[in-house]
T-cell receptor, first 115, second 111 residues
Framework: DTGVSQNPRHKITKRGQNVTFRCDPI?????LYWYRQTLGQGPEFLTY????????KSRLLSDRFSAERPKGSFSTLEIQRTEQGDSAMYLC?????????????FGPGTRLTVL | GDSVTQMEGPVTLSEEAFLTINCTYT??????LFWYVQYPGEGLQLLLK?????DKGSNKGFEATYRKETTSFHLEKGSVQVSDSAVYFC??????????FGTGTSLTVIP
């Protein structure tokens, strides 16, 4: 098991372009989370999936953001019409649902820079 | 809404000093509490956790006790090492399985 992987690791784009990030969770982990982290701040929750179902979505997630996990394995996060304020590190984490415990394992993140 | 407030940094300590990083939380219900660590150039890693009141989480010499009466989960270590230099994040998981993180506290340990 190689842990949570994210691709790409870095993305530079121009304002107004669409970008898509991919997250591959630890196999057999049925929960998958997306977070955004800006410099000097902690991760902000965006959304999470249990298997293929998107169960929670933060109010921070504007209509320009969409996430999918079509087969309950990898997930994609798309940002449409990017804005400079979208520049951040996008983190993915996965976990396996166990009674009274939900330890998340984080990926290395995708750093997005919007010019 | 639920939230976590942690001590602002940066914190600089000499090797073998005692460490406390304060964390308090606001939550409805009975959240689980976590400390995550981010070493330079690496991703977030779980350091320790506690799932109910009075539980003590511990790992690598670090400890934190879930105090419901003071809504706190302070991180402590009796004797820090240079290798403990990192950013530490306090977090809670609410009953709806959403996670809330603090802003992080940067620790630098000097020899």
């Amino acid at each position: 098991d190689t842990g949570v992987s994210q691709n790409p690791r870095h993305k530079i784009t121009k304002r107004g372009q669409n970008v898509t990030f991919r997250c591959d969770p630890i196999s057999e982990h049925n929960r998958l989370y997306w977070y955004r982290q800006t410099l000097g701040q902690g991760p902000e929750f965006l959304t999470y999936f249990q298997n293929e179902a998107q169960l929670e979505k933060s109010r921070l997630l504007s209509d320009r953001f969409s996430a999918e996990r079509p087969k309950g394995s990898f997930s994609t996060l798309e940002i449409q019409r990017t804005e400079q304020g979208d520049s951040a590190m996008y983190l993915c984490a996965s976990s396996i649902r166990l009674a009274a415990s939900d330890t998340q394992y984080f990926g290395p993140g995708t750093r997005l820079t919007v010019l | 809404g639920d939230s976590v407030t942690q001590m602002e940094g940066p914190v600089t300590l000499s090797e073998e000093a005692f460490l406390t990083i304060n964390c308090t939380y606001t939550a409805t219900g009975y959240p689980s509490l976590f400390w995550y660590v981010q070493y330079p150039g690496e991703g977030l890693q779980l350091l320790l956790k506690a799932t109910k009141a009075d539980d003590k989480g511990s790992n690598k010499g670090f400890e934190a006790t879930y105090r419901k009466e003071t809504t706190s989960f302070h991180l402590e270590k009796g004797s820090v090492q240079v290798s403990d230099s990192a950013v530490y994040f306090c977090a809670l998981r609410d009953t709806g399985n959403q996670f809330y993180f603090g802003t992080g506290t940067s620790l630098t340990v000097i020899p």
